[in-house]
């Protein structure tokens, strides 16, 4: 802003009276130039500036004006009675009004919406030039819901669910407080509700989700959306609420299969929509209907399979998947595996030390145990096996059946060759029926032998059993 007074003469006389009435200038205010004299026109500013935040606790505030202009020497100056027009968008009604002495002038507001402004204008005049300033105010107070569902966890999509919670602003004093009387819209998942703030603020309803097949997380958001109310507070409050609706789970398959080596192995399949890891308890029980333990567990996507040692001759088998927040809970049909215990009894070696081109017999009954009784076990057969002294390795010699009396008796002929070694007699099972074998092997040490030339030794074919 620029204002001064000048003459056009250039003598000396009129240089001199030229700045007499520069210095005057501001002492006059430029109210009118003399009448040997033209004046210039000045170009003003104004400033506007609010006394006060609007919040919702403090919802007027008075704005203040200035207004300015700047003199050749680059001092800044107020312009007193300086005719004002204000005009308002939602903040106050437009008027009028003149800058003080001080070049002030009032613009008292009220907050009525989130956006408003107040606009202060100059007009031209043959010593002022036209001008003005807008000035945006925001009110504004933080505001927040919280808010829960009850339950949170759900057993079906069509099962009801409260949502409550409160909605409050935060005061001037940095405190939050409760918001009353306004609208809240719950939606999300399906869910499509309005309600209102109670004087605390809370606000509570029941809604029911629509389930989505893709996802086992439902959002709910509390949306706090009213009219504004001539209330100086943000508009938008938002929360989630997470409800969980847990993936349904069914098993298609379940299998329990006992081995011969008394091992057990368990294995289906389950169906978990949506889809979703769960973990299977595999358990176990002595009649299938009580007493149930578990084996172990396995998680799965779907198809499992897992192999533990058996905990009883014969059991009950069955698959669990305990009910979480992910998943509701299933079980799957018991189903009944086992095999019958067997043993050699009256394991013998007729001979501990024997001499090259002599014999020994190894001899034993093969048992069953049947309802509390040792019964013998006819026509299955019986591995002899042997590991020469000083090797890892079983070898088997023979493989005999068992006679009605469950009996089998076998002659070693010692052949030139043939090693020192333990000999053990082997039963690998059969369908219904464990492995067995005695619980030591019995050491034969042959006396003299030669080189081996004609015994031939074959590894078993099967694993497990002799240590």
Not at 334 to 355: D, N, Q
């Amino acid at each position: 802003m620029f204002g001064y007074l000048t003459t056009a003469a250039e003598d000396g006389e009129s240089v001199h009276r030229m700045k007499l009435v520069t210095v005057g200038a501001a002492l006059i205010a430029l109210s009118v130039a003399s009448p040997d004299h033209a004046a210039t026109t000045i170009a003003p500013s104004i400033k506007l500036v609010a006394a006060a935040a609007l919040t919702y606790e403090n919802q007027s505030t008075t704005l203040t004006g200035t207004v300015t202009y700047k003199l050749p020497d680059g001092s800044v100056k107020p312009l007193a009675n300086q005719p004002i027009q204000v005009s308002c968008y939602l903040a106050c009604t437009g008027f009028a009004t003149t800058t003080d002495a001080n070049g002030k002038f009032a613009v008292p507001v009220t907050a009525t919406w989130w956006e408003m402004s107040v606009t202060a204008s100059i007009a031209a005049t043959s010593t002022v030039t036209a001008t003005s300033t807008t000035l945006w105010l925001y009110p504004h107070s933080p505001t927040r819901i919280i808010a829960r569902a009850r339950p949170s966890v759900l057993t079906s999509s069509t099962e009801p669910v409260t949502i409550s919670g409160v909605l409050q602003y935060q005061g001037d004093d940095g405190s939050w407080k409760p918001l009353p009387g306004r609208q809240v819209d719950i939606s999300g998942a399906g869910a499509n509700a309005t309600v209102s703030t109670a004087p605390d603020g809370s606000f509570t309803d029941q809604v029911t989700l629509t389930a989505s097949t893709t996802s086992v997380t439902q959002q709910v958001s509390g949306e706090w959306s009213p009219w504004f109310e001539n209330s100086a507070v943000d508009q938008t409050a938002l929360t989630n609420v997470t409800i969980t609706t847990p993936a349904a789970v069914a098993f298609s398959r379940f299998t329990a299969t006992v081995s011969a080596l008394g091992s057990v192995t368990a294995s289906g399949a389950v169906s978990v929509a949506p889809s979703t890891a769960v973990t299977i308890r595999l358990e176990y029980s002595a009649n299938g209907m009580s007493g149930w333990k578990a084996l172990g567990s396995v998680a799965t996507y779907s198809g499992f399979s897992h192999t533990f040692r058996v905990p009883l001759p014969t059991a009950w088998y069955r698959g669990v998947v305990v009910a979480g927040t992910d998943n509701v809970g299933a079980t799957s049909a018991a189903v009944k595996a086992g095999r019958t215990v067997t043993r050699i009894s009256k394991f013998k070696v007729s001979a501990t030390r024997v001499r090259a081109g002599g014999s020994f017999r190894i001899s034993g009954v093969l048992q069953k145990f049947v309802h509390g009784t040792w019964k013998a076990l006819a026509r299955q057969r019986v591995w002899i096996l042997l590991r020469p002294r000083g090797s890892s390795t079983w070898y088997w010699y023979r493989k005999p059946l068992t006679s009605s009396s469950g009996s089998f008796n076998v002659k070693v002929k010692v052949v030139s060759g043939m090693p020192s070694a333990r000999w053990i007699p082997v039963f690998y099972g059969a369908p219904g029926y464990y492995a067995c074998a005695p619980a030591k092997a019995v050491n034969v040490t042959i006396v003299r032998s030669g080189r081996a030339t004609s015994l031939i030794l074959l590894p078993p074919q099967r694993q497990g059993l002799p240590g």
